[in-house]
C-alpha cells in the first residue's frame, strides 16, 4: 500500500500555513490541525534550508571562475533561488603618507626621526665619520695652541673627508639622506635608494655622472638645491676616488 503523499510546492505550504494561521488567530484549530501545520511548516523549513546551501555553492563556485570562463552561462535550475552576484570587499588601498623631511645638514634645525631609523642609521655610519669625529675632538684641547701645533690633526680631517667611499649608502648620514631625498629625489625615498644602489655599481665617475644628469636632475620638479647638489655630486666623485 502506497504511503508516498502528493507532491506539494512551496506556495501550497506557504498557503496551508497561512490558512491554519487564520484558524489559530480565530481559536478554530484543533490538535489534529496544529500537528499538520507543524508538518508543514518543517517541510517548508527544510527546503528553505536546502535552498540556501545552493545559494551559497553557487556563490562560492561564481567567485573562483577564472575571468575567461565567466562568458559560458550553466544551466538555469528551476529550483534555486535567484541570488545577487557576491562582490567580494575591495582591500583598502594604502595612500602614501606624505614625507616632512628637512632639507638641512645637522647644523640646521633638528627633526624627530623614529627609533628603527635612528639604528639604521648608526648602524651605516661609516668608520671615516668616526674618524672625522675623533679627529675633531683631538683639535679642539689644542686650539690655544700655535697654527703650526694645529696643522696635524686638520690636515688628518681634509684627507678623511676625501678619502675614497667603498659604499654610497653606508657613507651618506642620516640627515644628509632626508637633505637629498627632499632636494634631489622630489620627496622619494624609494627613487633614492634605487639611485645610490645604481650609483654603487657604475663603473667608473663618467657613467655615475652621466646617471645623475639623465635620472636625478632631469626628473626633479623644481631646480636643485645648489648646495645639496654639490654635497651629493662630491660623495659620487669619492665612490670612484
Known amino acids: 500500500m502506497p504511503t508516498d503523499k502528493a507532491f ?8 496551508a500555513l497561512a490558512k491554519a494561521e487564520t484558524a489559530l488567530a480565530a481559536g478554530a484549530l484543533d490538535l489534529g490541525g496544529l500537528e499538520i501545520a507543524c508538518a508543514d511548516a518543517r517541510d517548508l523549513y527544510e527546503r528553505l534550508v536546502i535552498l540556501r546551501h545552493k545559494a551559497r555553492e553557487a556563490a562560492v563556485q561564481a567567485a573562483h571562475i577564472p575571468p575567461h570562463r565567466t562568458a559560458a552561462a550553466a544551466p538555469p535550475d528551476h529550483t534555486a533561488v535567484a541570488t545577487p552576484p557576491v562582490t567580494p570587499p575591495a582591500a583598502p588601498v594604502a595612500e602614501p603618507s606624505p614625507m616632512r ?8 634645525a633638528p627633526r624627530q626621526v623614529s627609533l628603527i631609523e635612528a639604528i639604521e642609521a648608526s648602524e651605516k655610519l661609516p668608520e671615516v665619520t668616526t674618524a672625522l669625529q675623533e679627529a675633531a675632538k683631538a683639535r679642539e684641547p689644542q686650539q690655544t695652541v700655535s697654527t703650526s701645533a694645529a696643522q696635524g690633526p686638520s690636515t688628518l680631517a681634509e684627507k678623511l673627508e676625501k678619502a675614497s667611499i667603498p659604499d654610497l649608502a653606508k657613507a651618506i648620514s642620516l640627515s644628509h639622506k632626508f637633505w637629498f631625498v627632499a632636494e634631489l629625489f622630489n620627496g ?10 645604481r650609483l654603487n655599481a657604475m663603473g667608473g665617475l663618467a657613467g655615475a655622472e652621466a646617471y ?3 635620472e636625478v636632475l632631469a626628473k626633479l620638479n623644481k631646480p ?3 648646495e645639496a ?7 659620487v666623485k669619492r665612490r670612484y676616488a
Open 212 to 214: 645623475i644628469q639623465a
Open 188 to 197: 622619494d625615498r624609494i627613487t633614492y635608494d634605487k639611485a645610490i644602489d
Open 224 to 226: 636643485a638645491d645648489p
Open 229 to 235: 647638489l654639490a654635497t651629493f655630486h662630491e660623495l
Open 101 to 108: 623631511l628637512d632639507t638641512r645638514p645637522p647644523e640646521a
Open 8 to 15: 506539494r510546492t512551496m506556495n501550497d505550504l506557504v498557503n
